[in-house]
């Protein structure tokens, strides 16, 4: 007998076919109704007692509702609001005070401080560079602003001795410090202090000369750091005028610099004062009777109060 080739024929069972796109149709509307019923929770919370009851007996009569009651049975307080007869007298505008809005602003810029703050807090425990100079870093909120301040210590000093010249750390003190002042929009006062010995340095050249320069010296850093050059809005030099610990007035504490965050009331003070070139009588009694530098020697830290 020949031998025949054995043909092997496969069945392939199964297999549902192609379906088409009935069932996202079908999907689509699920999630119209989810949508819905969302938005329906969503109404309901936000309603009044006396809303949710309009609605109810809305549903309940529709049309008895419509002929006998208001044009717009179901308002959640954003409609217009309109008069139908001379019988009828509209509801009074929501008026907002001034005072309502500068006491809310004011509030916002609180949380805004303290939320800066505590970010600082957060940059000093992470950073390398400031765990490091943590001792000569002090942060308080006064009624300026948020203040930082970067004082001297017993062989560290922040500069030269008798000079502006900045000291390579006390410049990457400054770098960190840079990136969260440089995020916010407030306004930034920069302050140079000195203690109490004498500079003898050069004729003429005094504490006064050289706490402005060290202040200048800290605005220029900030600013090669990423601070805005418009974000800088004062800079002074105060000498040994308001030490901070007066016990001592030769104690390294009392070299240091000062950074303040302006709070606007602080910066509108600040541009008032300074925005006129000459000034009347009235104005210069007035500027002669501010107490701001009764203001930064009451705002000083104790130094019994601080933990080194």
């Given at each position: 007998?020949?031998?025949?080739?054995?043909?092997?024929?496969?069945?392939?069972?199964?297999?549902?076919?192609?379906?088409?796109?009935?069932?996202?149709?079908?999907?689509?509307?699920?999630?119209?109704?989810?949508?819905?019923?969302?938005?329906?929770?969503?109404?309901?919370?936000?309603?009044?007692?006396?809303?949710?009851?309009?609605?109810?007996?809305?549903?309940?009569?529709?049309?008895?509702?419509?002929?006998?009651?208001?044009?717009?049975?179901?308002?959640?307080?954003?409609?217009?609001?309109?008069?139908?007869?001379?019988?009828?007298?509209?509801?009074?505008?929501?008026?907002?005070?001034?005072?309502?809005?500068?006491?809310?602003?004011?509030?916002?810029e609180r949380r805004e401080t303290q939320q800066l703050m505590q970010e600082l807090d957060e940059k000093m425990s992470e950073s390398e560079t400031l765990q490091e100079f943590k001792d000569q870093l002090l942060i308080d909120i006064t009624d300026e602003g948020l203040r930082i301040q970067i004082v001297d210590r017993s062989q560290r000093?922040?500069?030269?001795?008798?000079?502006?010249?900045?000291?390579?750390?006390?410049?990457?003190?400054?770098?960190?410090?840079?990136?969260?002042?440089?995020?916010?929009?407030?306004?930034?006062?920069?302050?140079?202090?000195?203690?109490?010995?004498?500079?003898?340095?050069?004729?003429?050249?005094?504490?006064?000369?050289?706490?402005?320069?060290?202040?200048?010296?800290?605005?220029?850093?900030?600013?090669?750091?990423?601070?805005?050059?418009?974000?800088?809005?004062?800079?002074?030099?105060?000498?040994?005028?308001?030490?901070?610990?007066?016990?001592?007035?030769?104690?390294?504490?009392?070299?240091?610099?000062?950074i303040i965050v302006l709070s606007e009331s602080a910066r509108e003070a600040m541009e008032e004062r300074e925005a006129a070139d000459t000034a009347d009588d009235e104005t210069e009694q007035t500027?002669?009777?501010?107490?701001?530098?009764?203001?930064?020697?009451?705002?000083?830290?104790?130094?019994?109060?601080?933990?080194?």
């Amino acid at each position: 007998m020949e031998d025949r080739p054995i043909v092997v024929k496969r069945v392939k069972k199964g297999g549902g076919g192609h379906h088409g796109g009935a069932w996202k149709v079908a999907f689509a509307d699920f999630a119209m109704a989810l949508m819905a019923f969302f938005l329906v929770m969503w109404v309901t919370q936000q309603a009044s007692p006396e809303q949710k009851e309009s609605i109810r007996q809305y549903f309940q009569d529709p049309i008895g509702f419509e002929e006998g009651g208001a044009p717009e049975p179901i308002d959640l307080g954003e409609g217009a609001q309109v008069a139908d007869g001379p019988g009828e007298t509209a509801p009074e505008e929501l008026r907002i005070d001034d005072d309502d809005v500068r006491d809310m602003a004011d509030s916002m810029e609180r949380r805004e401080t303290q939320q800066l703050m505590q970010e600082l807090d957060e940059k000093m425990s992470e950073s390398e560079t400031l765990q490091e100079f943590k001792d000569q870093l002090l942060i308080d909120i006064t009624d300026e602003g948020l203040r930082i301040q970067i004082v001297d210590r017993s062989q560290r000093p922040m500069f030269d001795s008798g000079s502006s010249d900045m000291k390579y750390y006390s410049e990457d003190i400054l770098f960190e410090l840079a990136q969260p002042l440089s995020g916010v929009s407030n306004k930034l006062s920069i302050t140079g202090h000195t203690d109490s010995t004498p500079f003898g340095g050069r004729p003429g050249y005094t504490n006064w000369e050289l706490s402005a320069d060290r202040a200048n010296t800290a605005r220029r850093t900030l600013v090669e750091a990423g601070v805005d050059e418009q974000q800088i809005g004062r800079v002074v030099g105060l000498a040994d005028s308001v030490l901070f610990d007066q016990d001592n007035p030769e104690a390294p504490v009392n070299r240091r610099i000062s950074i303040i965050v302006l709070s606007e009331s602080a910066r509108e003070a600040m541009e008032e004062r300074e925005a006129a070139d000459t000034a009347d009588d009235e104005t210069e009694q007035t500027l002669g009777d501010d107490d701001w530098m009764e203001r930064v020697e009451e705002q000083q830290v104790d130094e019994g109060e601080v933990s080194w």
